[in-house]
């Protein structure tokens, strides 16, 4: 593949000069002759001399085949021409009114100066304005991001110093950390592997989802084994113009080179890693700049100091040719914490704020089940945010609960102030929730129970924590959350005999909930273990498509509907058997408006 591609002719200023040229033509020899005849009013000779009986003629020019003359007429100027006569006594009338007239000496023009003037003249002036037209739009183009051909755009260069990132920032990634161990001994120490004739893996690729650190644990690989680290995202390589990407890639693997040992990461790798499926849909340049990615990967040897780190959520959509051996060699999973890994996540970003009594880490861990190292950094800012709003010089455990649930729900709502009645239906809501899920086993304990609006559009919201991390649900346990989403709306018909809208989310969750069942999880006894579903993202999740007939499609539509049914039946039976603490339940809640597991225990049990 050549580096240039060869230049096409300037075609752009020939057409330009063009234009210009049709334009003198149309102007000199159609435009000016209708303006001039346009200007100058043909008249008859009676009209002539009735303007002179009128003593409105002004000037009068007597040419040797016409007559041309000035009338003003309340003080209005116009000009005439009309046909010669042979008329003795024009002259003498003509200096009776007192006309000023004349002839025209004949004299030849100059042919140059005429041209000069017609042409040359607009011509120039044109060209002169096109060409500061055109400096200026080429100034402006050239500014615009992509759009410059001739200089380099490196990467960010981070420099190994005193601040540099290290494993001990990153938490709750520990196994990912073991995986990249030994890249970071083959930089310190690359003799012993080529001693013994080992060859350090020449690329390593980070999958996870978003937030789980992936651009972090790369730069900490960088400051563990001090070496300068090479940082660009995927879409910095795609360009405007075809080729720009592959001489981008170009660019960075020899500015790589040049600073060995080092790390080159590259985020977001999908973004010209994607497969080339052969499919009617391609695109020239993201091809071009795999393909030119493909070949410096397998133009550094695997000793020559140079390791490639890259990141991705979606590892599915890369081109196999990435991932063979002798490219990206290792595959590291970054995936979400576990219970330990949250505590240690939130106890690194808790070093940087200033701490009030004691934190109990680990309750507010098991709170986040499911949050990733960026949304428990983020809940942590939060808290130190909520600590400054109050007017308190540290972060306490409250504002660090109050963060998690203004992370998961939003901030609360103070000017929403909701009537007795609806604060009534949503107390009883909320406590279907909590009672339905307490009086059944295999469900997470109630951790609280609130009224208050959220910005999210919540009116109130039933908080479960779970004492563990659980990484396997069984069918009884996706039957039991089942029913404990369908608690509110089964509290609302009991008492009130009447639904509201309230139940929306809960409607949302249990058709998914219920659907995956059928369609992912074999836990219907109309499929078993029937696969029905397919596609959607590890990691990002969506995107799913049934793999069935139309017929079997509606049959899954029936039996998502049967299952959600019977989750109704169950609810409405565990809150019907358990009707009188309901009602007590729903009325301390609707005084006190938020209450904490513990005290809703104590009244359920008393």
Same mark, same amino acid.
């Given at each position: ?7 096409k002719?300037?075609v752009? %200023? ?8 049709i334009?003198?033509?149309? #102007?000199?020899f159609i ?6 005849q ?11 001399l009735?303007?002179?009986?009128k003593?409105?003629?002004k000037?009068?020019q007597?040419?040797t085949s016409? +007559?041309?003359y ?10 005439y ?15 009776e009114k007192?006309v000023q007239f004349?002839a025209?000496?004949?004299s030849?023009p ?5 041209f000069?003037?017609s042409?040359? %003249? &607009?011509?120039?002036?044109? @060209?002169?304005?096109?060409?500061f037209?055109?400096?200026n739009?080429m100034?402006q183009?050239?500014n615009?991001p992509?759009?410059? #051909?001739?200089?380099k ?10 601040? /540099?990132?290290t494993?001990d ?6 196994e ?7 890249? +970071?001994d083959? %930089?310190?120490? &690359? ?6 004739g ?15 650190g992936?651009t972090?644990?790369?730069? $900490?690989v960088a ?7 090479? !940082? ?15 001489a981008?890639?170009r660019?960075?693997f020899?500015?790589?080179g ?7 990461? +590259? ?5 010209i ?5 052969? /499919?009617l ?11 030119q990615?493909l ?6 040897g @695997?000793?020559?100091?140079?390791? +490639?780190?890259?990141a991705t ?5 890369l081109? &196999? $040719?990435l991932?063979?051996?002798?490219r ?9 914490p ?5 505590i240690?996540i939130?106890?690194?970003h808790?070093?940087?704020v200033?701490?009030e009594?004691?934190?109990d880490?680990?309750l ?7 949050a990733?190292g ?8 939060e ?13 306490t ?7 998690i649930?203004?992370v998961i729900?939003?901030?609360?709502k103070?000017?929403a102030?909701? !009537? ?11 406590i279907g929730?909590?009672l339905v ?8 304990p109630v951790?609280?129970i ?5 910005? /999210? ?11 563990q991390?659980?990484?396997l ?13 369908a608690?509110?709306? $089964? ?15 809960d409607?949302e969750?249990m058709?998914?909930? @219920?659907? !995956?069942m059928?369609?992912?999880y ?5 499929f ?5 579903? !397919? ?8 995107g799913?498509t049934?793999?069935?007939s &139309?017929?079997?499609a509606?049959?899954v ?8 049914q ?11 058997e ?5 009602h007590? %339940? $729903? ?8 209450i ?9 049990? /008393?």
């Amino acid at each position: 593949m050549n580096e240039q591609t060869p230049k096409k002719p300037n075609v752009t %200023l020939a057409k330009y000069f063009g234009a210009v040229l049709i334009f003198m033509l149309v #102007f000199n020899f159609i435009l000016m002759p209708i303006l001039q005849q346009r200007r100058v009013q043909e008249a008859s000779y009676s009209h002539f001399l009735d303007a002179l009986d009128k003593g409105i003629v002004k000037v009068v020019q007597l040419q040797t085949s016409e +007559i041309n003359y000035i009338t003003e007429e309340d003080e209005i100027a116009r000009v005439y021409k009309t046909g010669i006569i042979d008329d003795p006594t024009l002259v003498p009338t003509l200096r009776e009114k007192g006309v000023q007239f004349g002839a025209v000496i004949p004299s030849k023009p100059n042919p140059l100066l005429s041209f000069l003037l017609s042409w040359i %003249l &607009p011509i120039g002036m044109f @060209a002169l304005i096109g060409y500061f037209l055109r400096r200026n739009m080429m100034k402006q183009i050239g500014n615009m991001p992509g759009m410059t #051909f001739g200089s380099k755009k490196t990467a960010k260069v981070y420099v190994a110093d005193e601040s /540099s990132i290290t494993f001990d920032d990153v938490a709750g990634q520990d196994e990912a950390k073991e995986s990249l161990v030994e890249i +970071i001994d083959y %930089l310190e120490n &690359p003799l012993k592997y080529k001693e013994i004739g080992a060859k350090c893996p020449k690329g390593v690729l980070l999958v996870g989802p978003p937030g789980t650190g992936k651009t972090l644990i790369a730069k $900490a690989v960088a400051g563990e084994a001090n070496v300068p680290f090479f !940082s660009i995202a995927g879409s910095e390589f795609v360009e405007m113009f075809v080729g720009r990407g592959a001489a981008r890639v170009r660019e960075l693997f020899e500015q790589a080179g040049k600073n060995a040992p080092c790390i080159v990461f +590259i985020d977001e790798i999908d973004t010209i890693g994607k497969s080339r499926d052969g /499919s009617l849909s391609t695109n020239d340049e993201r091809e071009q700049t795999l393909n030119q990615l493909l070949t410096e990967m397998d133009g550094f040897g @695997a000793n020559k100091g140079v390791i +490639i780190l890259a990141a991705t959520n979606r590892p599915e959509v890369l081109d &196999p $040719a990435l991932l063979r051996p002798g490219r990206f060699d290792r595959q590291v999973p970054m995936e979400l914490p576990d219970l330990q890994g949250r505590i240690d996540i939130l106890k690194v970003h808790a070093k940087k704020v200033k701490l009030e009594g004691e934190i109990d880490f680990h309750l507010l861990a098991r709170s986040t089940s499911g949050a990733s190292g960026a949304q428990l950094a983020n809940i942590i800012n939060e808290g130190a945010l909520r600590a400054v709003r109050m007017g308190r010089r540290a972060v306490t455990q409250g504002d660090l609960e109050e963060a998690i649930e203004t992370v998961i729900a939003g901030q609360q709502k103070k000017n929403a102030i909701m !009537s007795d009645e609806e604060k009534r239906v949503v107390a009883y809501h909320e406590i279907g929730h909590a009672l339905v899920a307490a009086m059944q086993t295999h469900s997470a304990p109630v951790q609280k129970i609130t009224i208050i609006p959220r910005t /999210s559009g919540a009116l109130g919201y039933t908080m479960q924590v779970e004492e563990q991390d659980k990484y396997l649900v069984s069918r009884t346990e996706a039957e039991n959350r089942l029913a404990t989403i369908a608690g509110g709306r $089964a509290a609302e018909e009991i008492v009130f005999n009447e639904i509201t809208t309230g139940a929306a989310n809960d409607i949302e969750q249990m058709t998914q909930l @219920a659907r !995956s069942m059928v369609t992912k999880y074999g836990m219907s006894d109309e499929f078993g273990m029937m696969g029905l579903s !397919s596609g959607g993202n590890r990691y990002l999740g969506g995107g799913e498509t049934m793999d069935c007939s &139309p017929v079997t499609a509606q049959k899954v539509d029936e039996e998502v509907r049967r299952i959600i049914q019977e989750a109704q039946e169950k609810a409405r039976s565990i809150l019907k058997e358990n009707e009188d603490v309901l009602h007590k %339940l $729903a009325a301390y809640l609707k005084e006190t408006e938020t209450i904490t597991g513990e005290e809703f225990m104590k009244i359920l049990e /008393s």
